[in-house]
């Protein structure tokens, strides 16, 4: 009788045991393939970062306000994967010491490109490294952010290195609907620019392109995971008032995925506000630093939206260009400090090397040099991965940033 209970009890438990077992399965297979998603978005919105896999809580515990905590680092990355990939940014170097923006965005067999500074002769460095990826020599769409020649004279070039629009058949062009400068640089831009129109470019404003007129679009798709969409801000209507240019830019969003890309030119403190008020603005994998990493941009209230993970500066560091006062040399401590709260993932393109402030003169080299960022697909994501020309050594671990900035950052 007692052996026929102990049997009895046995096979209870063993009845108990396996419907436990296929409750904790199910419960395991409702959270990885139900729940997962939104159980992390309420610990990343609620908790930051200190709640991703394998985070031990020491990150970002320096104070920083409305940091979200070091993001797990882009993977390194391998050239010969860059021409295969769906999606590739490149923020390009230009060949000399000035600091200017170019852009190369290549969306399978589609390229974008956005600004082509930094001098005219540029020209020659810009064109040779864009041939190497848009091989049909078709460029479909340009967008040129504002009038500033850091940002436009390479669509121009010289007489010995032809420039963008002479270089390149162009799809379509989009520009800034509004500026204050009468330069000749400018004049010459809008001369190559119409010729373009001549032989068959389309070309809108982005205040065009926001309101869908005359054959414009707000979005492109440029595939079927990679959409650019143009963003509104108030000066492509009004006066700047103080005479800035660069809060004329044009802004642009890349979406791919769940991954965001966000492009401000060199929009400052107003543009940036007015970006943030009209548009929703999403969290951002990449960010291109403003202004060139100055400190007049790339402000809290737009960091504080778009949080993002990795921020790409083109600039020639710590060049006195633009002037001697060494905390505001691009990029200047304060942006480093509000980027900081976000992000230690900071690449830069160029080094000036042999600084005499006295003479205000100055050398280059290569930082990380060429940065391209692109994404691989693994399942229903994608990954981003970094290769830079020169190194991938981020900002706050080089030598220049030791001996010239600090950091107090996630």
Not at 105 to 126: C, F, H, M, P, Y
Not at 251 to 267: I, K, R
Not at 394 to 400: A, C, G, N, V
């Amino acid at each position: 009788m007692a052996r026929r209970g102990a049997k009895r009890h046995k096979k209870f438990f063993l009845v108990v045991l396996v419907l436990l077992v296929i409750v904790i399965a199910v419960c395991a297979c409702l959270y990885f393939f139900v729940y997962k998603e939104e159980v992390d978005d309420f610990l990343y919105n609620h908790f930051g970062d200190q709640a991703s896999e394998g985070d031990t809580g020491d990150q970002g515990g320096s104070g920083n306000e409305g940091g979200g905590g070091v993001s797990d680092p882009v993977a390194d990355g391998d050239i010969a994967e860059i021409s295969s990939a769906e999606l590739s940014i490149h923020f390009l170097e230009l060949g000399n010491r000035y600091t200017g923006d170019c852009t190369l965005i290549k969306v399978g067999n589609t390229e974008v490109l956005i600004d082509a500074g930094s001098r005219q002769n540029s020209a020659a460095a810009i064109v040779d490294y864009v041939s190497d990826y848009c091989t049909d020599g078709v460029l479909d769409y340009v967008i040129a952010t504002h009038a500033h020649q850091d940002h436009i004279a390479g669509f121009v070039g010289t007489t010995s290195a032809p420039g963008v629009f002479e270089s390149f058949s162009i799809g379509t062009i989009i520009d800034f609907p509004r500026t204050g400068v009468s330069t000749n640089i400018y004049n010459r831009y809008v001369e190559e620019r119409d010729n373009a129109v001549e032989r068959g470019a389309e070309h809108y404003t982005a205040l065009e392109c926001w309101n869908n007129e005359g054959g414009a679009q707000r979005s492109y798709a440029l595939s079927e995971s990679v959409t650019m969409n143009i963003l509104y801000q108030r000066f492509y209507e009004e006066d700047t008032g103080d005479e800035d240019e660069n809060d004329y830019s044009v802004c642009m969003l890349l979406t791919q995925g769940e991954n965001n890309f966000l492009f401000t030119g060199d929009l400052e403190e107003d543009g940036e506000q007015s970006l943030v008020d009209n548009n929703e603005l999403p969290r951002c994998k990449l960010f291109k630093g403003g202004h060139h990493g100055s400190y007049t941009a790339s402000t809290d209230a737009l960091l504080s939206v778009i949080q993002p993970e990795i921020v790409c500066v083109c600039c020639c560091a710590g060049s006195p260009e633009y002037t001697v006062n060494v905390d505001n040399m691009f990029p200047a401590q304060d942006f480093i400090d509000r980027v900081g709260k976000y992000t230690d993932q900071i690449y830069v393109t160029s080094l000036a090397t042999d600084v005499d402030l006295e003479e205000e003169t100055w050398d280059y080299t290569s930082m990380n040099g060429n940065i391209v960022v692109y994404s691989v697909k693994e399942t229903d994501t994608y990954a981003l991965k970094l290769w830079c020309s020169n190194n991938t050594t981020k900002l706050k671990d080089t030598q220049w940033f030791q001996e010239n900035r600090t950091w107090s950052g996630v």
